[in-house]
């Protein structure tokens, strides 16, 4: 579910730090078919070199794609040479300082209810399950633990005594609102990132306190 890293997301921001780059972008984005770079020359009063260049990154960054299509919609010999255009790229770009995903309990949300109504169970049964899974495969694409959690927006840091904190809950509003129920959803999430990644040597277990995550990992022994 989380597919970008938050240094790629970061990357992907700071392309269009540049006034002109995000002069271009804005003027792609508002422009419901693809667009060459021409007419966005044209329109922008750039050169077309700097346009090109600009737009370019831009695909780099994965903010906008590009495709080379004939505008005259004419094929074969004599139909003259395909044009680059560009369009917003359908996926999302989202920074969050600190780092927070609540796309993901989102996804548990709606995908507890949808089981819940299928099979008749409570939702909250349905989205501990869920959550589960969920972090389960999680885990099972990561090394080890701490990557996951890393990639998944938690900050472990260690304690002292084989504890490792998480000064990050990346679910932190939905928490503060939904205590009970979404701080449930995080245990069993780290509980099958665990489980996924196969590490015997790491415990996960409800701690709630202030100032980190209501989950903390103590090492085995």
Same mark, same amino acid.
């Given at each position: 579910?989380?597919?970008?890293?938050?240094?790629?997301? /970061?990357?992907?921001?700071?392309?269009?730090?540049?006034?002109?780059?995000?002069?271009? $972008?804005?003027?792609?984005?508002?422009?419901?078919?693809?667009?060459?770079?021409?007419?966005?020359?044209?329109?922008?009063?750039?050169? @077309?070199?700097?346009?090109? =260049?600009? +737009?370019?990154?831009?695909?780099?960054?994965?903010?906008?794609?590009?495709?080379?299509?004939?505008?005259?919609?004419?094929?074969?010999?004599?139909?003259?040479?395909?044009?680059?255009?560009?369009?917003?790229?359908?996926?999302?770009?989202?920074?969050?300082?600190?780092?927070?995903?609540?796309?993901?309990? *989102?996804?548990? +949300?709606?995908?507890?209810?949808?089981?819940?109504? @299928?099979? &008749?169970?409570?939702? @909250?049964?349905? /989205?501990?399950?869920?959550?589960?899974?969920?972090?389960?495969?999680?885990?099972?694409?990561?090394?080890?633990?701490?990557?996951? /959690?890393?990639?998944? &927006?938690?900050?472990?840091?260690?304690?002292?005594?084989?504890?490792?904190?998480?000064?990050?809950?990346?679910?932190?509003?939905?928490?503060?609102?939904?205590?009970?129920?979404?701080?449930?959803?995080? +245990?069993?999430?780290?509980?099958?990132?665990?489980?996924?990644?196969?590490? *015997?040597? =790491?415990?996960?277990? $409800?701690?709630?306190?202030? &100032?980190?995550?209501?989950?903390?990992?103590?090492?085995? &022994?």
């Amino acid at each position: 579910m989380i597919e970008s890293s938050r240094a790629q997301r /970061l990357a992907a921001i700071a392309s269009i730090s540049d006034p002109s780059r995000r002069a271009l $972008f804005e003027w792609v984005v508002r422009n419901p078919a693809p667009v060459g770079r021409d007419e966005v020359a044209e329109a922008t009063g750039m050169a @077309r070199t700097t346009v090109a =260049f600009h +737009l370019d990154r831009l695909v780099e960054a994965g903010l906008l794609t590009s495709r080379f299509q004939r505008r005259n919609g004419r094929t074969g010999p004599g139909a003259g040479r395909p044009a680059k255009l560009y369009t917003p790229t359908a996926d999302e770009v989202v920074v969050a300082i600190p780092e927070r995903h609540y796309d993901v309990v *989102g996804e548990l +949300l709606a995908a507890a209810i949808e089981e819940s109504d @299928r099979s &008749g169970a409570p939702a @909250r049964t349905t /989205l501990a399950a869920v959550a589960r899974e969920t972090g389960h495969r999680m885990g099972a694409a990561s090394a080890s633990l701490l990557p996951a /959690l890393e990639n998944a &927006g938690y900050e472990p840091r260690a304690a002292g005594n084989g504890r490792i904190v998480l000064e990050n809950c990346p679910f932190h509003r939905l928490a503060a609102n939904h205590t009970a129920l979404i701080c449930h959803a995080n +245990l069993c999430l780290l509980q099958g990132m665990l489980d996924g990644t196969a590490e *015997g040597v =790491f415990e996960v277990e $409800f701690d709630p306190g202030e &100032g980190h995550c209501c989950v903390t990992v103590t090492m085995n &022994g």
